[in-house]
């Protein structure tokens, strides 16, 4: 609970006598009433959150838009680059897992924007939880064609080694968790690491993605939870698609959306047009800065990110414990700010869903027409940064990169078999030797050593059921 300020509670009466105003609780101290009235509900309803928008529909600037990071041509052009390769590398593998490449892909068609936009916005070394819809976060970084090819087809040069489903990305280099598909689980592990930044002193925040879908689950709402009462700098990007494979918003939730609980949280939120890049770009910018708890810039220049590190300071107080104010204002200090990016999923949920059997045909072309790379692109045109040659070139030369990167994937060994049994178990002591468990296996059986004795043994009897029975294993990959 809030301590409430002396200030009157806007819309309540409250009761006259200083002496006895308060009630004072644990918690904090709230105000008497002699009103009985429920807030929310169709009879007191709590105002939609707006959205946040620089550009409309058309490509034109939104008139008197707050702007506090304009975009310079520079990183404008770099952000559309990715919007566009990211379109087109989704649009590619798509297709490739139709011709059966590959056993699984999902595109973040529609929702380039906040991929893009919001990475833009984010530091380096902010390590990002991801849910799955967000490679555009990961290409912005510098994840390269080939890196997504090699995850794609599970090869020898994927880390993961093929034991991930494909889009299960994850980079220590870029700073990008391996994604799970449990939803919302890496919503708490964001908050942990926040907090771990927080308690080091580090200028970072932990960036946690999820969809509309995954707010409905137990760890998203634990995670505000924690976040708050920790001020732990944790950015929450929602990106509210307007569907849960086949749950349409409508029924996931019946209050404002996902940036409407926020404050109830303690948390500063905000809802933003995912559609326009710049809004996103300058939300994230605005709330990683408020996360850090750092006060606000000067308006950067054009082109100047305006990242500003180094500034973390102790909070002064959590949110649940103290401010002053009434309403919802954030509590100095560091802490987690959510963002709701509204978009659309343009594309079927995933290779494995065919999206016709739930919405119309119309409403699909009706959001299609709304393609924010389309949006931005005009933008850009107007500014005179950007034309038709230009384009054609970019899309030519991304979907040769891609093929070809496709191409030098499929040419790279798959994992042997065994693989399966390295990295995720620690080895026995030094010393220890493998077990009489792991001799099924004979002229294999090297690479059980230092295995804990019941995986030796799983080992030995995992190949030699491979061996015995052709055809369960892809064919290439190799036995051993
Ligand atoms: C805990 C859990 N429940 C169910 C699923 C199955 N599932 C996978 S994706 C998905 C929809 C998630 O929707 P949303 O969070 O809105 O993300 P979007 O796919 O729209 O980007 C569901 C239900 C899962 N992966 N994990
Ligand atoms: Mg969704």
């Keep these: 609970m809030r301590r409430a300020s002396a200030a009157p509670v806007r819309g309540y009466a409250v009761s006259s006598s200083t002496a006895d105003a308060y009630l004072e609780v644990p918690g904090g101290r709230v105000p008497y009433t002699p009103e009985l009235r429920f807030l929310g509900g169709p009879d007191a309803p709590i105002p939609t959150m707006p959205c946040y928008r620089t550009i409309d529909a058309t ?79 990961l290409l912005w970084r510098g994840y390269t064609l080939d890196q997504f090819a090699n995850q794609l087809l599970g090869n020898a040069l994927e880390p993961g080694k093929g034991r991930q489903m494909p ?21 708490p592990h964001a908050v942990g690491t926040a907090y771990a930044y927080k308690v080091d002193r580090l200028p970072r925040v932990a960036v946690t993605y999820f969809g509309d879908g995954a707010s409905s689950e137990g760890d998203a709402h634990a995670a505000f939870n924690f976040a708050a009462v920790l001020g732990a700098p944790c950015l929450f990007v929602c990106r ?37 890049v710049r809004a996103v770009y300058n939300a994230v910018m605005e709330a990683r800065r408020r996360a850090l708890g750092q006060q606000p810039q000067q308006p950067a220049a054009a082109g100047q990110q305006g990242k500003g590190g180094g500034l973390l300071t102790e909070p002064a107080a959590a949110a649940g414990g103290g401010g002053g104010g009434g309403g919802y204002a954030a509590a100095a200090g560091p802490g987690p700010v959510l963002i709701e990016c509204m978009s659309y999923r343009s594309g079927h949920h995933s290779t494995s869903d065919d999206s016709s059997r739930y919405r119309t045909s119309e409403e699909m072309r009706a959001w299609r027409s709304r393609d924010p790379v389309a949006r931005f ?44 049994f390295t990295d995720v178990y620690a080895p026995i002591a030094a010393g220890a030797t493998a077990t009489a ?23 030995a009897a995992t190949l030699d059921f491979a061996r015995r029975h052709p055809g369960v294993c892809p064919p290439d990959v190799p036995l051993r």
């Design 59 to 137: 490509g034109q600037d939104v008139p008197g838009a707050h702007i506090p990071h304009p975009l310079s041509q520079d990183l404008a052009l770099r952000m559309y680059g990715a919007m566009a390769r990211l379109q087109t590398m989704d649009t590619m593998f798509y297709e490739a897992q139709r011709q059966g490449r590959f056993s699984f892909y999902l595109t973040c068609q529609g929702e380039e924007a906040t991929n893009i936009g919001s990475a833009a916005g984010l530091g380096d070394q902010d390590m990002v939880f991801a849910q799955y819809r967000e490679q555009g976060v």
């Design 167 to 187: 889009i299960h990305y994850g980079s220590p280099a870029h700073a990008y968790q391996t994604i799970s598909s449990p939803l919302a689980t890496q919503m």
């Design 240 to 276: 509210n698609n307007g569907y849960a494979i086949s749950t349409p918003a409508h029924e996931q939730y019946k209050g404002d959306g996902i940036a409407g609980r926020g404050p109830m949280y303690g948390i500063p939120s905000i809802r933003v047009d995912g559609g326009d």
């Design 377 to 420: 692109r005009s933008w850009l045109a107007r500014q005179g940064w950007w034309d038709e040659a230009r384009e054609a070139e970019l899309r030519r030369s991304t979907r040769q990169e891609v093929l070809a990167a496709l191409d030098r994937a499929a040419q790279v060994p798959k994992p042997p078999l065994t693989d399966m």
């Design 437 to 459: 468990g792991a001799t099924a296996g004979g002229e294999d059986d090297g690479g059980a050593a230092g295995l804990l004795p019941h995986l030796a043994a799983q080992r």
